[in-house]
C-alpha cells in the first residue's frame, strides 16, 4: 500500500518537473488517476491525500465502486475514459462529471436527452474522442470529420464541448499523435487536451495535454 502513495507522489513531481521544462509558467494539468480494476481500498489511499480527479472504463464497475466513496469524500471529479453504449447514458451521466470519449451522433443525441430531463441539474464537461491514428477498430471520430462534429454538438444539439481526447496507436510514435490532437484542439477553439498515459505522459504535456490519465504508474499491476 505505501508503494502506492510514493508512486502517486513520484507522478506528481514528474509532472511539475515536466510543466517546468516545457513551460514558463505553470500549467494546473490535471492528473486524472484511472483507477480501473483497482479496489476502494487502494483508491482510498490516494482520496486521503487529497487527490480528487479520477477515472473509470466502465460504467458497471464506476456504479460498483464510486457512489460510496463520494458519499466519503467531498469534490470528488470522475472521468469516463472507455466507450460509452447509448443504453448506458442515463446512469453515466449520473456517476460521471466528465466524459472524455464522446465519438458519435446517438451518444450525443441521448446524453442530450438525459440531461434535459434531469430535475438535478448536474455540471458536465464533455469531450470527444479523436481516433488519431484512423485504426479501424479503435473508438473515436476521424481527425477530417471533427471541425463538423464540434460544431453540430455546440450549434444543432447545444451541448457545450470542452475538450479533445486520444489514444495513440501503440506502434507508432506517441508525439506525433499528440502534436495532431493539439492541432485539432486549436483549430475547434477547445481549451481541454487529455492525452498520455504511464509510459508517455510527458511527451503529452510536451504537446500540451491539460490531462494526463496514469493507472498503473500509480496503483501498479491491475487487479
Known sequence: MNKIISNYRNIINEIKSYEKEFYESEKNIN????????????????????????????VQEAVEKWPELKKKFDNVELHLIGPLQSNKAKIALEIFDVIQTLDREKIVLKIKEFKESYENKK???????????NEEQKAGIEPDKLTDFVSWCKNDVNLDI??????????ESSAKHF?????????????????????????????????????????????
Open 123 to 133: 455540471s458536465h464537461k464533455f469531450f470527444i474522442q479523436v481516433n488519431t491514428g
Open 162 to 171: 470542452s475538450g479533445l481526447m486520444c489514444i495513440p496507436p501503440i506502434n
Open 31 to 58: 492528473l486524472v488517476a484511472v483507477s480501473k480494476t483497482f479496489s476502494a481500498e487502494k483508491i482510498e489511499l490516494i482520496l486521503n491525500l487529497g487527490h480528487r480527479v479520477f477515472g473509470e472504463n466502465r
Open 179 to 223: 502534436k495532431i490532437l493539439s492541432s485539432l484542439a486549436e483549430k475547434s477553439s477547445l481549451k481541454f487536451l487529455s492525452m498520455g498515459m504511464s509510459m508517455d505522459f510527458k511527451e503529452a504535456i510536451e504537446f500540451g495535454a491539460t490531462h494526463v490519465r496514469v493507472g498503473s504508474g500509480i496503483f501498479g499491476k491491475r487487479d
